[in-house]
């Protein structure tokens, strides 16, 4: 296409010029050019060089007529070093020569990874072409205690916390405590901490839980396990009673409730003689009438079973009315 657009003087001139081969990563163009260096050459040729790409002969080498150039492009691939992310150059293909050749040192706790997934001496030869992604885990340095004692001490590539207890296999039930919290993200130096819940028995509301809790008293446990205490509640045992494990936390409800009674007042019954009436006739001059009291009672229940009874107050409502009752006391003769 090129050369059907150069009239016939211009493509003589065109075919005089020296003819360069140029050999770029095995693949062969030919170029006809003036230029009197390999760079100018390449620069005819539309081919850019990045830093790390190899040239031969070099770039300032004088022009000769059928000269040979081979150009090998060097690789680009992402190098990620705790988070700095940078783009390189290089001819090697073995993960570990290229981070040589960057002088970059992997201690033996790092973790490497190449194209996403973990670099082992054991898999270096099937890298035959340079990955395009390199990501070097810095392992950090850690202390790792539970319940007090010293479990695990050196460096991890472990990310989190959380990772950090899978590596050695350290289960958390949900009622631990972990200090710094699991998801935290592994810094070098970090020290961490578990104290470990222990097991607990609560009966509360006609129920038995069984489950897990830490405090050093009965009511370190309550408050952790949300089962607070209201009004007039108690626990058996005290809630300044030390926490062991195993421990059966009995939780009382007391309710108190002031309640009304009332009873009847009996009527008295009034007796007056009349010597109107014959003897041995009665006469009922009023009806007895019974009052009414009315007794106010603190009534306590435990758990919903009654345990006592105070009497607070009485009060006559309306007091009884009594019977009247007149007997007669006269004799009568008879001829």
Known sequence: MLVLGIGGWELKTYLQRPTITIEVNGNNYTVHTEAETVAGALEDADIHLDPA?????????????????????????VLEIEGVVERIYTHETDPLA?????NITLHAEDQLYANHRPFSHETASSYNAPPDHLRIVRAQHFTLFDNGTLVAEGRTTAATVAELLDEHQLPLYLADHISPAPATPLTDGLTINIVRSQPVFVEVDGQKIATRAIGSTVADVLNMLGFPLTGQDYTIPAENTPFTPELTIQIVRVVETL???????????????????????????????EGQSETRILVRRENGRVVSHVVQSTR??????????????????TS
């Open 316 to 333: 006559v409502v309306y007091p009884p009315v009594p019977e009247v009752v007149l007997y007669g006391t006269c004799l009568l003769y």
């Open 259 to 289: 309640e009304l009674q009332q009873d009847p007042i009996p009527y008295q019954t009034l007796t007056y003689p009349d010597p109107d009436l014959p003897e041995g006739v009665r006469q009922l001059v009023q009806a007895g009438q």
């Open 98 to 102: 290229i981070l040589a050749e960057q």
């Open 53 to 77: 790409d190899s040239v031969a002969p070099p770039v300032d080498t004088p022009l000769e007529p059928n000269m040979a150039i081979r150009v090998i492009k060097a690789h680009q691939l």
